[in-house]
């Protein structure tokens, strides 16, 4: 790394985009849900225990022989077909040569000059309703590496007291979506990237060809920028900041690499072209290693897989599979939930439509979904940091709260502390509310011994209320709530109240 790229400053991302324009690209990863992996009979599961989904095949034993998973080859037809892509009628398998400790091949089968899906084109639809076109360079199939654990304070390679080595993700399938660069894209150049993002994942999610979920891994992206000075179109060397898994993230990845790049570019300093790490808690980037060129790979064809011939019936047959694009199943949910355009526009932008549509299709409101999911957990999502789809909040248990409300056994404050007791592990919400005897007092003789005290103590709003400022009312219930640990019924506490100072509720 260069003195000058170390100690640059960024610029705020206003000043950046007064001296540049960003150019973007996306690589993003798609692991599939198929049963075995992309060349071997071994278990693709999530979640196991390290080193037990592996076999020969996985860890490159001498005298061992892939096979292709055909299913993965369908999803990847699917894909290409959901990006607007051209299938090709023949594609074959490369050796993409490196070494790495959780690559014990010391090669990745993947695919290179001859990929399955390619020429598509993706419109995403930003905040405000308006579309941008990401054009698609391909789609191609190949498979992950294992997974590196690094001891130490850092979590990161430098510095480790030593790294443990998991293949289980050895030979999972994946497909790479890799973009066209991105120009034109101005102010909106990270909204643009987490919109793509997001719709890569609502498309694999909607085909069932992957679990979808970022906070595992199963959709990960790499984030390329570089920046042009203005007036000009010659490209600038571009950073690749590696892996970042949640839409969110790959937003503010964006942001602060056009900041970095600018601050850098702007005091006379050049670009290194590398890898990155996205850093989350400080919302920045790392340094991680120099970029490689494809022909640092050293590709050449797989000799021991067969290449793919792809019918035009196999590809109308899986056409005619494809479910509902997600931009008409944004419509379509709209206007069956009844919200306005910016309560959706929230919705999608938090990314929890698919999370208020199971929670609908559990038996919640449409109004009642979106208030929890919008609120309480996004709320507590970002206390602590995550994306509220990562809280593990799942649908029934909003349904469950919400039915304990309904029957008047919570009210809204304890639901939330429900909630929370849910989850730090203490079991359902029914269940919580009877061990930590959590229901709504309704009990007239409890509560009206809470009510006399509380008017006892408050004379002054007593007489506010006998003299018709029923308003008021709201200054007793706090001490009644008080007194039953936030469980009184309010409605009963109001009826109690007017009752007793001889007022027609």
Known sequence: MTETQTEAQPL???????????????EVHVELNTKSKMFSSAPNAFGDEPN??????DLGLPGTLPVVNGKAVESAIKLGLALNCSIAEYCRFARKQYFYPDLPKNWQTSQYDEPIAYDGYLDVELDDGETFRVEIERAHMEEDAGKLTHAGTSGRIQGADYSLVDYNRTGVPLIEIVTKPITGAGERAPEIARAYVTAIRDIVKGLDISDARMERG????????????KGTTDFGTRSETKNVNSTRAVEQAVHFEIRRHAGI????????????????????????RPKSDADDYRYFPEPDLVPITVTQEWIERLRAELPEPPAVRRRRLREAWGYSDAEFRDVVAAGLM???EETVEQGASPAVARKWWMGEISRLANARDIEPAALGVEPETIVALNVLIDEGKINDKIARQVLEHHLEGEGSPAEIVQARGLEVVSDDGALTAAVEKAMAENPDVVEKVAGGKLKAIGALIGPVMKETRGQADAGKVREIVLAKLGIEG
């Open 12 to 26: 705020s991302f206003e000043e950046a985009l007064e001296k540049y324009d960003p150019v973007l690209g996306f």
């Open 52 to 57: 037990t989904n592996v076999n020969e095949v």
């Open 218 to 229: 199963n959709v990960r992206c790499d984030a390329n920028v570089s920046l042009m000075p």
């Open 265 to 288: 570019l702007s005091t006379g300093g050049s670009i290194i072209q590398e890898t990155r790490h996205w850093l989350e808690t400080s919302r920045t980037t790392s340094s991680g």
């Open 354 to 356: 698919d999370q208020i």
